[in-house]
């Protein structure tokens, strides 16, 4: 019998969002950490990297969120709760989250055939050129 093992851990995000509701939410980058630490960690390196960039009120906040609220952030994903931290610069609201997450292992695929339903999906291009009457 199969066994499969999944992993527990952190999924992080960062979304990038116009705060005036023109520019729809865009994902600009995600990770997986392994750990309550690893991902407070990321998550609060973020924010101080690019904290001079911001105007001064965005930069406080950033600040603020990451000294008086790290106790309260490490505690909620001790208890596997999701954490979410936003932070505006003129009309760009930024949004680092992260979530609580199984992590199942990739399937090692060299030198295995792979299942006979794996050859019904065929790539978006086959598809469609073979829909195509020209």
């Given at each position: 019998?199969?066994?499969i093992?999944?992993?527990?851990?952190?999924?992080?995000?960062?979304?990038?969002?116009?705060?005036?509701?023109?520019?729809?939410?865009?994902?600009?980058?995600?990770?997986?950490?392994?750990?309550?630490?690893?991902?407070?960690?990321?998550?609060?390196?973020i924010?101080?990297?690019?904290?001079?960039?911001l105007d001064?009120?965005a930069?406080?906040?950033?600040?603020?969120?990451l000294?008086?609220?790290?106790?309260?952030?490490?505690?909620?994903?001790?208890?596997?709760?999701?954490?979410?931290?936003?932070v505006?610069h003129?009309?760009?609201?930024?949004?680092?989250?992260?979530?609580?997450?199984?992590?199942?292992?990739?399937?090692?695929?060299?030198?295995?055939?792979?299942?006979?339903?794996?050859?019904?999906?065929?790539?978006?291009?086959?598809?469609?050129?073979?829909?195509?009457?020209?």
């Open positions: 019998m199969l066994r093992t999944a992993r527990r851990g952190y999924w992080c995000e960062c979304w990038t969002e116009g705060s005036d509701g023109q520019l729809p939410p865009t994902l600009f980058g995600s990770y997986d950490a392994y750990s309550e630490r690893e991902a407070d960690g990321r998550v609060s390196t924010p101080r990297t690019i904290s001079p960039a001064a009120d930069s406080q906040k950033a600040w603020t969120r000294h008086d609220h790290r106790i309260d952030t490490r505690r909620a994903l001790l208890r596997g709760e999701p954490w979410a931290v936003s505006t003129v009309a760009t609201r930024i949004t680092w989250t992260v979530r609580p997450a199984l992590f199942l292992p990739m399937a090692h695929r060299q030198g295995t055939e792979l299942p006979s339903c794996a050859y019904d999906f065929k790539r978006q291009a086959e598809t469609s050129a073979a829909d195509d009457p020209d």
